[in-house]
């Protein structure tokens, strides 16, 4: 392990994910000297054993996140611990979200606008998609928004995915390959995926395109250093408060250092980024930096997850495939008000197919929790051949009141922690009935012999950061940028003002290649 | 069989084995490592739980998942507790409960055995299958009075996981269900042994 700089730095980044693994490949491709601190420990891929239990000490840990409002947000389950983040357990579903997704305000008057069109971020999909790679069609993926064709062809389709298929087809709804940034055939050195369900304990051959396996290798060799096992509990500020100076955090053996650097990127997912934020406050940013807004932790939004499971007369063999599908339908993405009628509001989309391994949250086992004794022992012998399922992606309403507080309850390193405040608008309840409805009914017509769903569940977690246009109403610009800071930024799904109804690294990433290349272009005016 | 060693395990040795899902245990002096079902027969001693704790735990794991009292549910989630919160393999530990997580097993189990007690005069353990299927489908539905532990329905949904994971998701598990295992990287043996 690198020892931690002594000397001021270009850039320390807080948090090795998605976002901060992306920004530290290309600062330090630009030549800037970086570090990243990452709060969790090392994550060699031959501790990434393929077991259930094992995937699961790759998620949550930490300071616990406290919740008072009706609904959850999961950090435990959402979250990553250890370098890599949560990109190490994120399935690496990469759809792009759609045109209407960054004008839900504009189009709708709900919710927010993003302060970029999708025409901006397009290039950096595209760029995205080409250096990390996707698996799909994008003739076959009619929703998709323009760009360029996916590098790979699409993953296979095993009986679980055409049975599926086939109850959409019934219904008169088409499906397409899905997305998935995971090799179908070898791509840039990394080989190809063997289709045996593991994503969620992590992938060790590194046919998933993750933190590990794409950008942290490029920050490294470019001269980054990552910093394992160590914390940051404070972002410093110079001492008349207008720009930010370094970071204080702790070592796993007790060490209170200080890195100090031009600019610093806060990547440390939704929950703990904000509460890093709010806990820096200073008298010249009494409640948190970059909140001059009061917007700091607002507009915390998670996807509904709308599972459906059924048993089919046919073997299917769900343990294996990707973990995060074979096959997608967006049928009626882009029409937020298709369920107008039930008062629902937003986009879905199916995830088919999933992978589902015997035990796990996401396994066969907790479908039924009703069963036990015999009768459960009777369903996983039959569940384990016969089970077919599918997971819509719900969108959530952006309202202000879901937000991040600082508990009075404080960490072992006397950091508050973080309190989330989140109940769904009534509008992404009734889309996900909707969706559970429109699940059921694709599964009984795909011929099932039982059909049934499990109940909401947080799945990702978006904004407390949002990004907009005017300082007095988000807490950065479209680049990351805080509109208070000019030498602070944020990266990662906190930044989305709307949570669309897709999963969310690939925008991640292809906001983290925007910002990044903007950071480089300007850094001059930038550092001041 | 238990593999004896011959000095005291650094604790990276003992993260090592418990990641694993190993226990490391003294029995008759020496150091050894059990796998959960081996420790089991071996009647190893237990960190956490109380006798009569075990006792109700084994058995509500044993009605819950037929089978998984012999797979190790017991010193599974014993040692899990006893590990630091970062190492837990439980599925506990990403469910929105603040660690540490004996507590709420603790509560749950005496409530259980209270309840058991209220009844039918009896601990849970020694219950015979239809009071016994009678608390516990209360108990899954929120319907036990009195009961003082942890929300019984999720209480139920932890107990009956941990139960699942010991009976399900070792490699042996899979077996009996018939599933090809195809790990990248194995869990070594059934949990394993150290190589």
Known sequence: ?528 | MPKPESAKPTRREILKAGGLGLLTVTLGGQWVHLSPAEAQAAGAPLAVFTPEEAATLAALGERLVPGSWKAGVLPFVDYQLAAAPEDCMLMIQYLGVDPPFTPFYRTGLGALDAAAQARHQSPFAKLEDAPAEELIAAMAEGKLENWAGPPSPFFYFVLRNDACDVMYGTEKGFAALGVHYAAHIRPPSEWGEIS
């Not at chain 1, 087809?169 to 390959?177: F, R």
């Not at chain 1, 890093?276 to 970059?290: C, F, I, R, V």
Request: overall charge neutral.
């Open chain 1, 1 to 528: 392990m690198s020892e931690l700089p002594n000397e001021k730095i270009d850039a320390v980044i807080v948090g090795s994910g998605a976002a901060g693994s992306h920004f530290a490949a290309r600062l330090a491709q630009a030549g800037k000297r970086v570090a990243i601190l990452e709060a969790g420990p090392a994550r060699p891929k031959d501790e990434l054993v393929s077991s259930m239990l094992w995937a699961r000490r790759l998620k949550g840990g930490g300071a616990p996140v406290l919740e008072t409002g009706k609904g959850t947000v999961g950090n435990g389950f959402n979250a990553g611990r250890g370098v890599g983040g949560s990109t190490m357990h994120h399935y690496a579903v990469w759809p792009r979200l759609h045109e209407n997704d960054f004008r839900v305000k504009s189009l709708y008057g709900r919710s927010r606008d993003w302060p970029i069109a999708y025409a901006d971020l397009q290039p950096y999909y595209d760029r995205v998609q080409e250096e990390c790679g996707i698996s799909g069609d994008h003739l076959a993926e009619t929703t998709r928004p323009p760009g360029s064709p996916y590098p790979m062809p699409p993953v296979p389709v095993s009986v679980q995915g055409r049975v599926v298929a086939q109850g959409f087809a019934a219904m008169g709804m088409k499906v397409s390959p899905i997305p998935l940034a995971v090799n179908s055939r070898s791509y840039k050195g990394r080989p190809s995926c063997l289709w045996d369900g593991w994503c969620d304990a992590g992938c060790p051959i590194g046919a998933l395109a993750n933190a590990q396996t794409i950008h942290l290798p490029q920050a490294e060799a470019a001269g980054a250093t990552i910093h394992p096992d160590t914390e940051v509990v404070r972002v410093l500020t110079s001492a008349d408060g207008k720009r930010v100076t370094g970071v204080e955090a702790m070592t796993k053996d007790g060490r209170r250092v200080r890195v100090m650097a031009d600019v610093v990127v806060v990547a440390a997912f939704t929950i703990q980024s904000p509460r890093l934020l709010l806990a820096s406050a200073t008298p010249q940013h009494p409640e948190g930096l970059a909140n001059s807004s009061g917007n700091l932790g607002r507009f915390v939004t998670t996807h509904g997850a709308a599972p459906i499971f059924g048993l089919h007369p046919k073997v299917t063999t769900p343990a294996f495939g990707a973990f995060g599908g074979q096959l997608l339908n967006q049928e009626h993405y882009d029409d937020k008000n298709a369920h107008a009628s039930s008062g629902a509001f937003g986009s879905y989309q199916w995830m088919i197919a999933n992978a589902l391994k015997p035990n796990g949250l996401l396994g066969i086992a907790p479908t039924r929790p009703d069963l036990r004794g015999p009768a459960l022992t009777k369903f996983m012998e039959q569940a384990s051949e016969h089970m077919i399922t599918m997971t819509g992606v719900t969108e959530d309403e952006a309202l202000a009141e879901n937000r991040i507080t600082l508990s009075p309850r404080k960490d072992a390193l006397g950091v508050p922690l973080a309190s989330v405040d989140y109940t769904p608008a009534k509008a992404s309840m009734a889309l996900w009935d909707a969706a559970i409805a429109e699940g059921l009914e694709v599964f009984r017509a795909a011929g099932t012999s039982e059909a049934w769903n499990a109940p909401r569940a947080p799945m990702h977690i978006m904004g407390g950061t949002v990004m907009g246009t005017s300082a007095t109403d988000s807490v950065t610009n479209s680049y990351g940028q805080t509109h208070d800071l000019p030498n602070l930024f944020v990266g990662g799904a906190g930044l989305f003002p709307t949570s669309g109804g897709v999963n969310p690294t690939f925008t991640v990433h292809a906001l983290a290649a925007r910002s990044s290349e903007y950071l480089v272009k300007n850094w001059d005016s930038v550092i001041g």
